[in-house]
């Protein structure tokens, strides 16, 4: 079998995003997430995908009804490290046992069962987007029916986290297998979130596929891209020195996730790049 | 053959080492641990079976969207909308397989008030309804029969309104919503029917008066297709709101007013274009624009809606220099409350840009021939209010003892009444005052081409069977109803779009109108603050919060454990003397609110609150009843002559 060159990332527009939340809704279902009559307690929600609501009416000089307002779906940014040869997210090299990985296609994986609820991911993750199952999954009733058996039920005490649904992947995999087909990277596939989204404000692809709408290449050189908390990519063009300096710092996340958008507000909230 | 001690002692040893060596190997003992693992903390594993893909629709807005059912053996797993429609289609096996759905009639055993309810057979349920119905028949009380439809109409919205009219009542009406006042609005801007149906797909400048758009408004599905549309083809879109809404945050530009001055906003863009030379030749323009001169100037608008003059202006010129612009009336999300006179003066607007037949058509459905009964109340809210008798009540898929500002007057009715028939999915609000529920299916169980996506397994029909099934044993009207089941009723409705020939602008109306609000806006003394609604998609008018994992999407900005929190701007919040988190009770003339927590942004005008809607429900499932708080019960209840609804938009409130 061929060697694997695909490295899926995601391009959020987050301009055509309204925060109509199938994206959640979809992630939710798809990946058996659990049910509770009160999920409030926002810190402790399983979710994979938050549909985080951005303002910018902290700011001081912001004033009604100068202000705005927008979504942005946040993942597992699918970290990959600085060195492309050793991919290290912040996240996997703090795990003791192997529960979280990175595969060759780059997807940060996590292995519920084996995860022995330590934590530390969740402590190095900079973007918060690990959970920890605080209470046993339950699925009250008929809510089972609905449970998807290509993704295995989380136990009580394990980290749980977005894994760009690469079950999806493993689904096509082996459709194309019984189809005959013996190319790895002849199979492509979508998350759920990205296919649930209505206005196609979520595009996934492979990020070094010069014909894919998320070729990384281009995209970095997009005015609109911004990477979440990542100022680091604002040196690029600002500061070269100082960027190849702080590439080499270890553990730099360089995540595949990157979000699109024109307006300069949401830009600095979201890369927590500061001009002064 | 002898054994030897020392071999017996080498067998014995070897078995140790073998298995010692075969258990590191052999996956089996990890694979127990693992089990015992799974199996101390009761680790649910889903069904393995072969997988299948089945078309369906999402049948819960007009959109009809397609999807792809995604089953494992029997099961229904995911639905795949494949890029088009919106959170709800996500949701339907939220639905489908909420624990709590209805899967056979119910009864009522006990008080009204309460749910207390035992399963009943169909033939016995139907019997006993459709006996009521003839009783009011023969006795001449058939104005006792009310039908209550959902706010977006369907052919089930067709049976109800044929059993109503046909037994003689003349009470037919539908949930508070942008299908009504609109259709009020035709009725008497138009002369005809019909729901306002704007051209999004290739207008070139669009101007929202508190529609957000973007937020559940009209057909989700293709709001969402035609946002991308506007993305790709830059077009310009101006929003006009007291609220950043995510809508407002899209526009090109949000036009911030004074909560509820839409209306008066809408008379100084009317002003501009007057003064730009655009013309209607619609019947009362004279008496139109004489109000625009003496009444409204530009000056006089800016002033009552704190918007500059050069905005409105901008707003007006906007339209004119447009190749195909549009005003769009009705605020809100999926829920709206407005009034005829406010639907008009935008669409006086329409017709003087030379968008009306063009741009704004009507949408409405040919139904077969019904009898034609002068209506004795317009709409639901001025029904509710009304000293009508109510004794016999079908009500299809709608909730409006919690949607109305009259729900409490509503329950008191429904309580006194003899045969309340609801039919739905879940049991709501309205189902506490039910005499009998009828199960409600969902759109994947409906057959689309052969078979249903689901197989139906409960007891549950199609509102349209039911329905059918209680009209069909109404001896007087049964031969009005010759469909054998609800898939031949949908092929009589058709669906049609009219062009607007005439345009009578209620000028009278509009005077009313435009006075009251601007009493409302001035209202001083103890009721100092404004409260305006706004809606979260996924929740919408309230009947998404039932499906748990809509809660998982829920800001803790929005409900925290059971309680609601409130919209405050931090300057509005240190003249009242609140912070962040702050506990509130909010007071109008009509009651108070259980309390509520306040949540500050800047987001939002001075000296206004904004409350979310779809809380605050006293019944619907373990997952939504008793969370937060139900504005409606404090609502405004002034009822828009024109439609019969309440407009509710703009309260005045007192906080504590």
């Known amino acids: ?276 | 053959m002898k054994l030897e001690r020392k071999d017996f002692l080498t067998m014995i040893g070897g078995a140790v080492v073998g298995t010692g060596v075969g258990t590191v190997i052999s996956p089996g003992p990890w694979m127990g641990l693992q089990w015992l693992v799974e199996w101390t903390q009761d680790q649910y594993r889903p069904p393995k079976g072969e997988e299948k893909y089945l078309a369906s629709i999402c049948d819960r807005c007009p959109n009809k969207c397609t999807i792809q059912v995604r089953k494992i053996g029997n099961r229904a797993v995911k639905i795949e909308t494949s890029n088009q429609g919106c959170a709800v289609g996500q949701l339907l096996l939220q639905v489908l397989y909420h624990p709590e759905r209805v899967t056979t009639p119910l009864k009522r055993t006990g008080k009204k008030g309460k749910i207390d309810f035992a399963p009943v057979s169909w033939d016995e349920a139907i019997a006993d309804i459709s006996k009521k119905i003839n009783d009011a028949i023969n006795n001449n009380k058939q104005e006792q029969i009310v039908a209550i439809n959902p706010a977006y109409p369907d052919a089930t919205s067709m049976l109800t309104e044929r059993i109503a009219l046909f037994s003689g009542s003349p009470y037919v009406f539908q949930e508070s919503g942008y299908w009504a006042l609109s259709n009020a609005c035709s009725e008497i801007a138009f002369k005809t029917d019909g729901a306002i149906d704007y051209d999004f797909e290739n207008a070139d400048c669009v101007v929202s008066f508190g529609a957000r758009l973007f937020e559940g408004w009209g057909n989700p599905g293709r709001m969402h297709n035609v946002l991308s549309l506007w993305k790709k083809k830059g077009i310009k879109f101006i929003q006009i709101d007291s609220i950043a809404t995510r809508t407002a945050s899209l526009a090109d530009q949000w036009v911030a007013i004074k909560p509820g001055s839409e209306p008066l906003f809408a008379m100084g863009v009317a002003h501009y274009l007057m003064k730009y030379g655009k013309r209607s030749g619609a019947a009362n323009f004279g008496r139109f624009t004489e109000l625009l001169i003496n009444k409204y100037t530009p000056e006089k608008v800016s002033e009552l809606t704190g918007v500059s003059l050069e905005t409105i202006e901008y707003v007006a010129k906007a339209l004119i220099s447009a190749q195909r612009p549009i005003a769009v009336a009705g605020r809100g999300g999926k829920v709206n409350s407005s009034s005829v006179a406010e639907f008009s003066i935008i669409q006086t607007i329409n017709n003087m840009i030379g968008s009306m037949g063009t741009s704004v058509k009507l949408a409405s459905f040919t139904t077969p021939v019904q009898p034609v009964i002068p209506k004795k109340a317009k709409g639901l809210d001025e029904y509710i209010a009304s000293d009508s008798v109510c004794d016999i009540a079908i009500i299809n898929n709608a909730n409006p003892v919690y949607s109305s500002v009259y729900g409490q007057r509503l329950s008191d009715k429904l309580k006194k009444a003899s045969t309340v028939v609801l039919l739905t999915s879940l049991l709501n609000d309205t189902a506490l005052y039910a005499d009998y529920v009828f199960p409600t299916i969902t759109s994947l169980e409906i057959p689309v081409a052969g078979d249903a996506a689901v197989t139906l397994t409960s007891d549950a029909k199609h509102a349209g069977d039911s329905l059918l099934g209680i009209a069909k044993s109404i001896a007087k009207i049964s031969s009005q109803f010759p469909w054998k089941n609800y898939l031949e009723t949908v092929q009589t409705v058709k669906h049609q779009t009219k062009n607007i020939a005439n345009l009578d602008i209620p000028v009278d109306l509009i005077i009313t109108k435009l006075e009251e609000t601007e009493k409302m806006l001035s209202a001083s003394g103890s009721y100092s603050i404004a409260m305006i609604p706004f809606e979260i998609p996924t929740v919408s008018d309230g009947s998404g919060l039932s499906l748990p994992y809509v809660l998982k999407g829920l800001p803790d900005t929005i409900l925290k454990g059971d309680t609601s929190w409130v919209l405050m701007n931090p300057a509005t919040a240190s003249k009242e003397g609140i912070s962040e988190g702050s506990k509130i009770d909010i007071e109008s003339s009509r009651g108070e609110l259980d309390t509520v927590r306040v949540h500050l942004t800047k987001r939002i005008a001075y000296d206004t609150i904004a409350i979310p809607i779809g809380f605050g429900h006293e019944e619907f499932t373990d997952y939504a009843s008793e969370k937060g708080v139900n504005p409606k019960k404090i609502m405004s209840d002034a009822v828009d002559p024109a439609s019969g609804y309440a407009d509710w938009w703009l309260t005045r409130v007192k906080l504590s």
């Not at chain 1, 058996?149 to 977005?162: E, F, I, L, Q, Y």
């Not at chain 1, 690469?166 to 019984?178: G, M, Q």
Request: aromatic letters at 8%; proline letters at 8%.
């Open chain 1, 1 to 276: 079998m061929a060697k694997m060159t695909r490295r899926w990332g995601m391009v959020i527009d987050l301009d055509k995003c309204t925060g109509c939340g199938a994206c959640n809704i979809a992630c939710s279902q798809e990946n058996n997430l659990p049910i509770f009559k009160d999920d409030s307690d926002v810190p402790k929600r399983v979710t994979f995908l938050d549909l985080v609501e951005v303002t910018n009416d902290k700011d001081p000089k912001a004033q009604y009804p100068d202000v705005k307002v927008a979504y942005l779906p946040k993942m597992c940014q699918q970290c990959s490290g600085n060195d492309p040869n050793h991919p290290q997210p912040p996240c996997v090299s703090v795990c003791p046992v192997v529960a979280t990985d990175v595969g060759e296609d780059g997807v940060v994986s996590q292995i519920w069962s084996r995860c022995i609820g330590c934590r530390y991911c969740q402590v190095a993750c900079p973007y918060e987007a690990r959970v920890f199952h605080w209470w046993k999954p339950r699925y009250e009733g008929t809510f089972k029916k609905s449970l998807n058996p290509d993704v295995s039920v989380a136990s009580r005490g394990t980290m749980v986290k977005c894994t760009f649904c690469s079950h999806i992947w493993k689904r096509e995999r082996d459709r194309a297998i019984a189809n005959g087909v013996t190319d790895i990277n002849a199979v492509t596939y979508t998350p759920a979130c990205a296919s649930a989204c209505p206005t196609n404000a979520i595009i996934f692809g492979d990020l070094n596929d010069p014909s894919s709408p998320v070729y990384e290449a281009a995209v970095q050189k997009n005015p609109r891209a911004v990477r979440l908390v990542h100022s680091i990519d604002e040196l690029r063009t600002k500061d070269p020195s100082e960027y190849e300096k702080r590439l080499k710092i270890k553990d730099y996340p360089n995540p595949k996730v990157y979000y699109l958008t024109s307006q300069q507000w949401l830009r600095d909230k979201i890369s927590g790049f500061k001009n002064s």
